[in-house]
């Protein structure tokens, strides 16, 4: 288990075990919960290893089955069985696959050789029983660029004065040229924001797990044709953007759990060209999950070597 900070570079870690694994004539699965973060790797892995054959494979999107290296969400794993001779599987505690008992039976069957598990949220049990097994646990606390991780701001007040602010707050943003991600707990959230902030900023979307068009508008985000995307929770992972400001509203609402906080977090300050930026809870409560989020990400903080000081 490699236990990394967001942003860290979990993907390119593990370039050395892959190539290893290729070498030797084997066969890879990096193996991710969901297909927008298998989109968002695909090129980065494609391009790592041009010598290699390197397919994904998500729903809809399965023509091809065999290569070298295979990208796929954990449910496609069915179509293996005692194949793979490395399986590196990221965002490993991310829903479908965590509690899931048939997704965990997938990921066994199809295994023939090693495992590397990789996340920025394991909790103290799971690192803890793994050891017991046997297994090996690493851990990373410093990101590629050796800049600290970026620390919550929460402005603590009555949920329809939270509009206002959060308006205000996009619009600056906005003007100054930076992208802008704003997470919400649930469908109804994220319609009546959006459905408020539109009538100002015309430059956005509102992205779920059953928008038809969701691929072509974070397409367009990340492209800059877009300013702001309003999201739920399928977000949270894989998206890396430069100059990126995060703002997560209705904090305190019970989905909103410590490690959903700090994934949202850090999609802020990945790039090296701009290692820093803002990450705004809107909230009319502390909650348990946002202090413990916080206090993580001190903790991770102080590791940071002074090497890149």
Sequence with gaps: MVDAVTGSGKTEIVFASILSCLNQGGKVA???????????????????FPNSSCIEVFGGHNDELIGDITVLTTHQLYRYEAYFDLIVFDE????????????????????????????????????????????????????????????????????WLSYGWILDLLTRWIKQGKPVLIFVPTLAHGQRLFQWLFLFCKKGKWVHASTKTRDQDIDAFKQG?????????????????????????????????????????????????????????FSQILTKAMDASQKRLQFANQHVSTMFS
Excluded: C
């Design 30 to 48: 990096f193996v991710i919960p969901r297909r927008d973060v298998v989109r968002e790797l695909f090129p980065r892995l494609k391009q790592a």
């Design 92 to 159: 490993v505690d991310a829903f479908p696959y965590t509690g899931n008992r048939l997704l965990k039976q997938m990921v066994k069957r199809s295994r023939k050789g090693s495992i590397i598990y990789l996340s920025a949220t394991f909790s103290s049990f799971v690192l803890d029983s793994f050891r017991k097994q046997g297994g090996i646990v690493e851990h990373l606390y410093t990101r590629h660029h050796g800049i600290a991780m970026p620390i919550f701001r929460f402005i603590r007040m009555w949920e």
């Design 225 to 281: 044709r877009l300013s702001y995307l309003v999201s739920t929770s399928i977000l949270e992972r894989g998206i890396t953007l430069v100059h990126l400001q995060v703002i997560i509203a209705f904090g305190d609402h019970p989905l909103m759990e410590e490690k959903t906080l700090i994934q949202m977090a850090g999609r802020v300050g990945r790039k090296k060209e701009d290692p820093y930026g803002e990450v705004v809870v």
